[in-house]
């Protein structure tokens, strides 16, 4: 356990092919969460609720958001947070390149979403790309919703005409 100068305590797992931390912000936001990070495969550690959310799991952004003052409440956090790394992560944990993959891709879909949200086309023009090259994009594409496929079409659109 290591706890740093902004008194978050962080507790890391490795294994020969990923990290798996949990992490627990005692002074601002008592928020708890879960990262892991593949070095071998992606530089970008992928936060759990990402990860549920490319798994199509409904309360997503409620564990992205998951809080303690207690105890007794951090303890069923980190529960909760190990019996969903288990239903859902277990594939990116064991190394698995395509599911760290397509989860790395779905993240970039969910940072074009965020900067078409926030009306920011210098964010989408340089995120596009990225996304729509990647292999695993097609099956990103196959977990979006109608709403999501309208928005990912006038994205299109504005990387077209940037042209």
């Not at 936060?47 to 207690?70: H, K, M, P, Q, V």
């Not at 390149?97 to 989860?103: A, G, Q, S, T, Y």
């Not at 900067?115 to 964010?123: D, I, Q």
């Amino acid at each position: 356990m290591h706890c740093g100068p902004e008194e978050r305590t962080v507790v890391e797992y490795r294994s020969e092919h990923v990290v798996l931390k949990l992490v627990y912000d005692e002074r601002n936001s008592r928020q708890v969460n879960a990262f892991v990070s593949c070095p071998q495969i992606t530089r970008v550690p992928l936060e759990l609720f990402l990860i549920l959310s490319a798994y199509g799991y409904e309360g997503a952004d409620e564990i992205g958001n998951l809080r303690a003052t207690t105890p007794e409440e951090l303890e069923r956090a980190c529960s909760r947070l190990a019996e969903l790394i288990r239903e859902y992560a277990l594939r990116i944990l064991r190394g698995d390149r395509d599911e760290i993959l397509f989860v790395s891709t779905f993240v970039k879909w969910r940072s074009v979403k965020y900067a078409w949200e926030g009306n920011n086309t210098k964010s989408i023009l340089a995120a596009y790309p990225g996304m729509i090259s990647s292999p695993y994009f097609d099956r990103v594409k196959a977990t979006l919703s109608a709403e999501d496929i309208a928005i990912l079409e006038k994205v299109r659109r504005i990387c077209e005409d940037a042209k």
